[in-house]
DNA sequence: CGAGCGCCGTTTTTT
DNA sequence: ACGGCGCTCG
């Protein structure tokens, strides 16, 4: 650990006051980074310069010497952001940042489980399961127990195992209170506690483990929590909106004062705990630390995974006292992009209203371009970057954003025929790819050897001639011997297998024991920095993996060589970049790197992500694409109870990422599942001012002129619409013109419930909010007021007239 | 045990 | 439309 082991700035710089530190800030971002108190929480709206505040916050405490760099733990989204946020501290304050925890919720967890693990069952070499990986897992789990035929897929299963888990329920106390006569609610149960014990069994954990089991082992070991707890004095959390319970726990136990009565110097793992700087209090023992969250309600777009938007509606009950710092001027996006941002965000009720404003112009006006297909749109994106980049626009400075993945195919089609330069983030992950996979589960195999499930990834790959039989046998074998798989599979002769297989495992066996020799140094030694590399080009060599491939006749492992190939680089620059890293870190960073994590973005290429991965990136220009119904909205989320309104802080999070030129666009037909279907304008386009759009070509348009000639280059395959049909598809036959012109056409339902009666006792159905119960009607006409208790989100108060509610 | 074929479900978002 | 999975046959 290089926690805190570098000193100070010294001298004039300590001493200097901190007027370059505070200039340019507005009042309340000045009040933001010199607030002192035990709980702050700012409110940032888009673009209000938060990272700065946070950053020069942090520097704040550095150069007051309120702390010492180990006493600050800094919570970011994205390790991206982690690193920037270190990096622009540094640029504040030199080598005092370094031995600050900047991380993720997930690194930061990993961290402490690493250096804690044996306290409870683990070794810190536990391997990290994604998703992925626990649904192999669970796959296997499913099937054994045939809980199938009680509809129960292993994605159902995945899926409730981790709300639980964001939740902290454990399986046993999920047992306690379940409906075991419900024999799909006792299986679900047994698979829940089976998974858990192979999770253990395995020496692993997977993602929601590692915030879940952090907080349990604060609770259970109160001197390990204490350790914690003295060490972070000051504990920063960026997007808290976006925090599910579990990390809203965890940092309730960090910041609890430390229970224990003996603060030692050291601490038992090696740790050293500083003493506070003499002029001040922050070193009384009893106080937890200080908190500083950041948060924005209206960019809470996490909530289907666990993010509970009353972490910070609620942030003032659970911290009495709290200073609240409200953040609105923008600094980032022009006027007009931030009136429509507005206008579509101040759709969402039930919020606080709060207004982005800037002072520094109205700006171009917004474009949008209705396309006839989704080629078509492709089409216009490619070609309005290629005007922008000879307007000097770089590619790096242009991003499209999208509501599904599935959604880059097109575009990726046209850039490429257009040579438009592109990255996509996150999407097919590079590290989901399966001969990725496979090359990390050899290392896995050397890192964790009890890590069964990895091994018997590689036990079969390349093809050595061992299925599903030999398989189970050595799983039984290991079974009945009570040795680990991995033991099991060196000696085969003792399994009776025929001379081919016994050769094959014992080979296999051979490559494990040696690249272990290479990557494990023996305790006290320290491996050379190239032993990931070395080892992984043994692992693939030695294994026959990349001959295999390389012997192959199949076009994409061509491809496949490529990216291993690849792989192999990842850990030469992972070498490079951490002289020390030994595989269980290079496995760490490899498993825990989000879609937003872009290796190299200085590559000079055109963004390309999902909204949910812009959060937090900013833009020059930027296209958002398949504005349309179904979509975004995404037609998934109009049943779920709060569904639309998450959609639509989506779209608003996508808006506000654009500072100068913001491009909506959507396609007139859309081709899903190989069928071609209409798609219809986004209500969200309804609710943006029309004098802030100015239409390429509106939706009215392509209607009324009775389809576009396609600009996509591929539109004319044969089977789609193109070839066949001179006349147009039915469904956008010509309309009259005028009344057809877009914004007050499309599906702007205005809302009027007329003279419904509702009395208390009713029970009502709210488009956002789900099923409730009307306690009491106030008010009269128009005006009466529906007081409802929902069974989702509480108490509400409704307009009855407009609300979007049904009775039932 | 492995290759080949046909069927099914897929597309919401992610650490 | 496509890929993944399971089934069947060699």
Known sequence: MTDASAPLVV??????????????????????????????????????GKTSVLTRRIASLLRAREAWPSQILAITFTNKAAGEMRERVGQLVGEASRGMWISTFHSACVRILRREAQQFGFTSAFTIYDSGDSRALLKRLVKEHEADAFGLTPAAVQGRISKLKNELADAESYARQANMSDPAERIFVEIFGDYQRALQRANAFDFDDLIAQTVYLFRAFPQVADVYRRRFRHILVDEYQDTNHAQYALIHELTRPPVGATPEPYADSGMMIFEAPKHDAIGAEAVGAALTVVGDSDQSIYAFRGADIRNISEFERDFPGAKVVLLEQNYRSTQNILSAANAVIGHNFDRKDKKLWTDSGAGEKIVGFTGYSQHDEAQFVADEIEVLHKKDVPYSEMAVFYRTNSQSRALEEIFIRSAVPYKIMGGTKFYERAEIKDALAYLVAIANPVDEMAIRRILNKPKRGIGDVTETAIARYAEENEMSFRDALAN??????????????????????????LMLPATGELAPPTAVAEGLTLLLNKSGYLDALRASRDPQDEARLENVDELVAVTREFARNNPEGTIIDFLTEVALVAAADDLDDTSGSVSLMTMHTAKGLEYDSVFLTGVEEDLIPHRI?????????????LFYVGVTRARKRLYLSLAMTR???????????????????????????????????????SRALNARKPGSWGGRRSENPPALAPRSTSLDKFPNRVPAKVRDNGEMELASGDRIRHDDFGEGHVDAVTGEGAKRVAHVRFEAVGAKKLLIKIAPIEKL
């Open 637 to 649: 989320s109009a049943n779920e109870p709060g569904g639309p309104s998450e959609e639509r802080r």
């Open 11 to 48: 001298g004039d710089t300590s001493q200097r006051s901190d007027d370059d530190l505070l200039a340019g800030l507005n009042p309340p971002q000045l009040e933001a980074v010199t607030y002192r108190g035990q709980a702050l929480l700012i409110v940032a709206g888009a673009g209000s």
């Open 492 to 517: 085969p002769s003792a399994m009776g297998f025929g001379p081919k297989i016994q050769k094959a495992l014992l080979h296999l066996d051979e490559v494990l024991v040696e690249a272990s020799a």
């Open 671 to 709: 081709a899903q599942f190989g069928e071609v279907t209409v798609a219809m304008p986004s209500r969200f386009l309804q609710e943006i001012p029309a004098e802030l759009i100015e239409w390429r070509q509106s939706p009215g348009d392509v209607n009324s002129r009775g389809g576009m000639q």
